[in-house]
């Protein structure tokens, strides 16, 4: 039943790896290649004058792999067109903008450089014969040359990727759990701690490969290179070509994995009709869509067991509910996380230098302000839970000694920035220095050397006429 979600043994990731375009799309590469290998306006009159391809090509001839691929492709191809240079060229051409229209109609997904075109559909593996993880895949497009930039864009998209690759099999877990539920085999069922234990697994380890943004990607290659790619055009219309079609969407591609709401559903985190977290769910594929809608409407375990107070099954319900503080505290950890990641990499930039928010920035802070509101541990499912073993006051300890403080660490990356920055500064003084130095030596020098050839031409002068 999954599959018609378009859910694979991975979660929302699919299954199927492969990233070549079909024939009738193989042009999408060439134009990637010609980007990489000329100057933007080279790129923006080749693509403008490129007529080798179908533009009444049936797309839902194509198999669905292959179809994400399309969207994923044009998808970038749109933002490197629009958005690699000033001023923004924002009329999309024809080649881009209609297999970008056909794949994302099909999909059922706003054409917008979204969280499925940049990490879903956009990867690889290293090594073919292993899954994906966050050491086995790597994005197949990027939007920058630089070497260094280029590093620092692959090891942001990276751990979203991995993230999706090697915790979005929760899913399965919440499956079976949802399962008991719904057969009413609940109550003494080990399968339910089993699942609630993978479960944990899985969000302790979306913190540890999360940890891995800051390690890797520069903050100031984000801001200033990435950043500007992820913008949306809700604040400058773009238009396709040949298509009498305008797009006006949002940036925000950080906050739409599916994966993240789903945990907020199992969880219940927040309210059903939150119109923050509804709004993002139209950025992502039609069918992820359609299955946090469908689970929405299930029975969940914690309202199960909230019914049942016999004293009979009193050890089994604090287990779960144990279970659940974990879990619960894990995810507002990871939420933490995001919020810290979100200001160092674009709130502190935006303070330093007394920048405007973009949309994308607005759409962000909105979003990870409006998480980290959420208020855990509102009801625990048995009202004897303070008689637990390990109380939350523990289970909140025992994650602060696994993590380091957040909020310190925020600070020290805020710190680590304006070193950095001042450095710079400190780096260009002495530069400046150096050169006035060497200038005002050069120039006593020379006026030393003038007045000698000047001494020297006297003398030579006195000499001829008999001095």
Request: with cysteine; glycine share 4%; net charge negative.
């Amino acid at each position: 039943m999954l599959n018609m979600f378009q859910i694979s043994k991975y979660g929302f990731l699919r299954e199927e790896f492969s990233e070549d375009l079909p024939d009738h799309y193989e042009y999408l590469d060439d134009l990637i290649d010609y980007y990489y290998t000329h100057n933007i306006s080279e790129f923006r009159e080749y693509v403008k004058s490129f007529t080798d391809f179908d533009k009444d090509y049936d797309i839902s001839k194509l198999q669905l792999v292959e179809i994400q691929n399309v969207y994923s492709a044009s998808s970038i191809l749109a933002h490197i067109y629009v958005r690699s240079e000033e001023p923004y060229d924002k009329n999309v051409p024809l080649s881009i903008g209609s297999p970008w229209h056909k794949s994302g109609e099909f999909l059922d997904i706003p054409l917008v450089l979204t969280h499925a075109a940049i990490n879903l559909y956009n990867w690889y593996l290293l090594d073919e014969s292993k899954p994906p993880t966050l050491n086995n895949m790597s994005p197949i497009n990027v939007f920058n040359k630089d070497e260094k930039i280029n590093e620092s864009e692959v090891s942001f998209y990276l751990p979203l990727m991995a993230i999706e690759a090697e915790c979005g099999s929760m899913v399965h877990n919440m499956e079976t759990i949802y399962s008991c539920v719904e057969q009413k085999n609940v109550l003494g069922n080990e399968d339910i701690i089993a699942n609630m234990s993978e479960i944990k697994s899985k969000l302790k380890r979306q913190i540890q490969i999360m940890y891995t943004i800051p390690n890797y990607s520069h903050p100031a290659h984000f801001y200033h290179h990435i950043r500007p790619f992820l913008h949306g055009s809700s604040e400058e219309v773009w238009t396709l070509e040949g298509l009498d079609r305008k797009l006006e969407y949002k940036g925000s591609f950080m906050a739409q994995s599916s994966l993240t709401q789903l945990v907020d559903i199992f969880f219940q985190l927040g309210s059903a009709d939150d119109k923050i977290k509804l709004e993002i769910r139209n950025y992502m594929p039609g069918a992820h869509r359609k299955y946090l809608e469908y689970i929405s409407g299930k029975t969940n375990l914690k309202d199960y067991l909230l019914v049942d107070n016999s004293e009979e099954h009193m050890d089994f319900r604090k287990q779960v509910n144990k279970k659940y503080r974990e879990c619960e505290q894990l995810i507002h950890t990871f939420q933490k996380l995001q919020l810290s990641i979100f200001n160092r990499y674009i709130k502190f930039f935006n303070n330093t230098e007394r920048a405007s928010e973009m949309d994308l920035d607005t759409n962000l802070r909105k979003y990870m302000e409006h998480n980290n509101k959420v208020v855990l541990y509102e009801s625990d499912i048995s009202e004897d839970s303070s008689s637990d073993d390990s109380s939350e006051e523990e289970v909140v300890v025992k994650e602060k000694e696994e993590y380091p403080d957040l909020d310190s660490y925020s600070d020290m990356e805020e710190k680590e920035g304006i070193e950095e920055m001042v450095g710079y500064y400190n780096m260009i003084e002495r530069e400046l220095i150096h050169f006035t130095y060497l200038f005002l030596v050069t120039y006593i020098i020379a006026i030393f050397i003038g007045n000698l050839y000047f001494l020297y031409q006297s003398y030579a002068t006195c000499g001829s006429i008999g001095y």
